[in-house]
């Protein structure tokens, strides 16, 4: 296909799906000929209640950028506009993500240095000693998973798989009870499908913050040690989260703790199942080889397509003029594929030596906070699932949702490829 700039409208999730997503031919076309280029807003309706993009947007493609603008909040505002790449709704039900003042409470909508006193509050319990403490309980988490698959022919994988042990271990380390964990599950899988007109984000965010109250109201009345007990009880260097950042911080985890593991997982099988020749690489030595593949599939397919930031004055970039105001969109989609920095870079190998050098976890203020853990589950997942089941692939076409933000799938059919049980 001849793409040109201006052919795709990055805003427009029907267009995506129709090409692609995420569009990584004409993330390429823009690196070489508009590198910041300017997206008109989508001439499409808006169902009532949902978030509208009513104003283009400046995208980056290149990694230097991307990686600048990330870094330099001063410039690249998180608060001003919200990090969503919509419009916010002024007047948005109270309470909802499409208000500006909702976006702006949690982690992720924050400039410093309200951001780094928030994040450092919440970063003690990502530290790498108690990352590490959590191994043992997401290992046996994964491979109760993996058991349930043991003897299957073949699975819905998204489901099955990859969407459970993220939110087993934020119910885990929240310490919600097990019997309420359907109804996290539920409220964490409905986050996914977030631009969907089949679900409600406006009452499923109501629902998860009026649990996550009760939650710390009943930890307050009896503390048990777990990561949300600590946040409602104890002052770290003299401060208090509040009971609304504590509740947005729970939502926080679970669109972004849920995204990262539950999407990754799916996608390192697909593209394993597409590279077979990359698949013999990984099972000649999985322990050393698991590590780097994951950054890989990382790089290759971003959860995350991109985050919004504002721009606070005018700049000049790459012989454009960036005004006060103007929405600027981080591609991590493009950035992760840039020939400057990765050769080859539509090339999946699992050696490539600086695959780590991906940026879809952020960098700078906002460089995901849970990014050891978020690596940790997904070694774990994929060790017992490769070690048990190591010729999983794909067996159909994988479902990717309509989305502007997340690379998601929604649907992902594997054959197990499963041996006869072996006769008493």
């Keep these: 296909m001849n793409l040109k700039p201006g052919d795709i ?12 997503i995420p569009p990584y031919e004409y993330f390429a076309v823009l690196r070489r000929e508009a590198p910041l280029f300017w997206n ?19 995208v980056l493609t290149k990694w230097e950028d991307v990686n600048m603008a990330s870094r330099d909040s001063t410039r690249f505002s998180s608060w001003l506009g919200g990090p969503m790449i919509w419009d916010a709704v002024d007047d948005a039900r109270s309470g909802s993500i499409n208000t500006i003042e909702t976006q702006r409470m949690g982690m992720m909508g924050m400039d410093p240095p309200e951001h780094t006193a928030y994040r450092r509050l919440v ?33 819905e994988f998204v489901y099955t798989v990859a969407a459970e042990l993220p939110m087993m271990t934020l119910c885990e ?8 964990w359907e109804k996290v599950f539920h409220w964490g899988n409905n986050f996914a499908m977030g631009e969907s007109n089949e679900v409600d984000s406006y009452q499923n965010s109501m629902e998860l913050f009026g649990y996550c109250q009760f939650l710390v109201d009943s930890k307050r009345r009896d503390p048990d040690g777990s990561m ?21 911080f729970f939502l926080t985890l679970s669109i972004a703790g849920h995204e990262t593991t539950r999407n990754t997982t799916a996608h390192f099988v697909r593209l394993i199942s597409q590279h077979p020749d990359q698949r013999g690489v990984l099972l000649r030595d999985l ?49 992760n594929r840039d020939e400057d920095v990765f ?20 960098a700078g203020p906002h460089f995901c906070i849970g990014h050891g853990l978020a690596r940790m589950q997904l070694r774990t997942i994929l060790d017992e699932l490769f070690t048990a089941r190591p010729h999983v692939a794909t067996s159909g ?5 309509p989305s502007i933000w997340l690379n998601a799938l929604s649907a992902m059919p594997v054959d197990f490829h499963a041996q006869p049980a072996a006769t008493p």
């Design 287 to 335: 322990p050393a080889r698991l590590p780097n593949a994951i950054e890989e599939v990382l790089r290759c397919s971003p959860p995350v397509m991109q985050f919004r930031r504002t721009a606070t004055q005018d700049i000049e970039l790459r012989g454009q003029h960036i005004k006060t105001g103007d929405k600027v969109y981080l591609s991590y989609v493009s950035a």
């Design 397 to 401: 076409p994988p479902v990717p949702s």
């Design 228 to 248: 949300l007990s600590n946040y409602a009880n104890k002052e770290i260097e003299g401060s208090r989260l509040t009971d609304l950042e504590i509740n947005m």
């Design 40 to 58: 008109s807003p989508p001439l499409i309706e808006v169902p009532e209640g949902e978030m509208p993009v009513r104003e283009g947007f400046w």
């Design 123 to 155: 970063a003690a319990g990502f530290t790498p000693k108690n990352v590490a403490a959590m191994e043992p309980m997401i290992r046996g988490h994964a491979s109760r998973i993996i058991d349930r698959v043991r003897d299957m022919d073949d699975a």
């Design 173 to 180: 380390l929240m310490g919600v009870p097990e019997a309420d």
């Design 9 to 20: 409208n990055l805003a427009d999730a029907e267009q995506l799906l129709a090409f692609g």
């Design 343 to 362: 050769t080859d870079p539509d090339r999946f190998d699992i050696t490539r030596p600086n695959a780590a050098d991906h940026l879809s976890f952020g």
